[in-house]
């Protein structure tokens, strides 16, 4: 099966980072200071439970959150897979740490009561969930094949994840996952006393943004965005 063919009937696909990546020992020592560095909590932001957030600044600080996406030309990857151009809207750097999920089954976009609530026509998200520490773990978890069935009652959601089309990633330096972002997705809990470290890079179209991402977070990524494309 051609790539866009199983992206298009499974909601995922896996790109691997062989141009950059986490696997070099300085990239790697680096992001683990910033992780344990007590000094610069001001760099945070706490956002949801066991978990959190660079802030704005840090993230454009960071040139390696940018380099690691366009070095592997991921956006250029994601427009031949999805046969449209996207553009980057945002970009999370996340911290997870021991405890229950901070997100448990959901969509970013969904149908309540024949509304659509979040930003439609599909977003994309490619998610990378570097390998810091010794440790294995798993982070995200996806029911494939559920982008295409939106209109889904509570209790198909749930049932949807006890069936066999469940699939896990873990922590790796060498790939990534692109996911359509109404697919059900959830983040793992750990009882790992690790941090756990995920960078969320977010994509729509030019539609898309013009009807939901004009705020001045998503402006800036876009602006940088259009920058490097010229
Ligand atoms: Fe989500």
């Given at each position: ?104 089954w959901h969509r970013d976009t969904y149908i309540k009561k024949s509304k659509i609530i979040g930003p439609f026509l599909p977003c ?22 559920t982008h295409s069935r939106l209109n889904f009652s509570f209790i198909d959601k749930?049932?949807s ?19 359509d972002t109404t697919t059900l ?27 939901f ?18």
């Amino acid at each position: 099966m051609v790539n866009s063919e199983f992206f298009y009937q499974k909601g995922y696909q896996e790109f691997r980072l062989d141009k950059l990546n986490f696997s070099q020992d300085l990239i790697r020592n680096k992001f683990k200071e910033v992780i344990s560095d007590k000094k610069h909590d001001s760099k945070w932001l706490y956002k949801y439970k066991n978990t959190k957030d660079f802030e704005l600044q840090s993230i454009l600080d960071e040139p390696f959150l940018f380099d690691l996406l366009f070095k592997n030309e991921i956006d250029k990857k994601i427009n031949s897979l999805v046969n449209k151009k996207v553009f980057l809207t945002n970009i999370q750097y996340r911290i997870c740490y021991k405890g229950l999920s901070y997100m448990t089954w959901h969509r970013d976009t969904y149908i309540k009561k024949s509304k659509i609530i979040g930003p439609f026509l599909p977003c994309y998200k490619f998610l990378v969930f570097p390998k810091l520490f010794e440790e294995d773990s798993k982070e995200f978890s996806i029911i494939t094949e559920t982008h295409s069935r939106l209109n889904f009652s509570f209790i198909d959601k749930y049932f949807s994840s006890f069936k066999l089309n469940k699939k896990s990633f873990f922590c790796g330096n060498e790939y990534g996952v692109l996911m359509d972002t109404t697919t059900l997705h959830k983040a793992e809990q750990s009882l790992k006393d690790i941090p756990r470290p995920r960078i969320i890079y977010n994509f729509a179209t030019q539609e898309t943004i013009d009807k939901f991402y004009q705020n001045e977070r998503s402006k800036t990524f876009i602006d940088i965005h259009k920058k490097i494309l010229n």
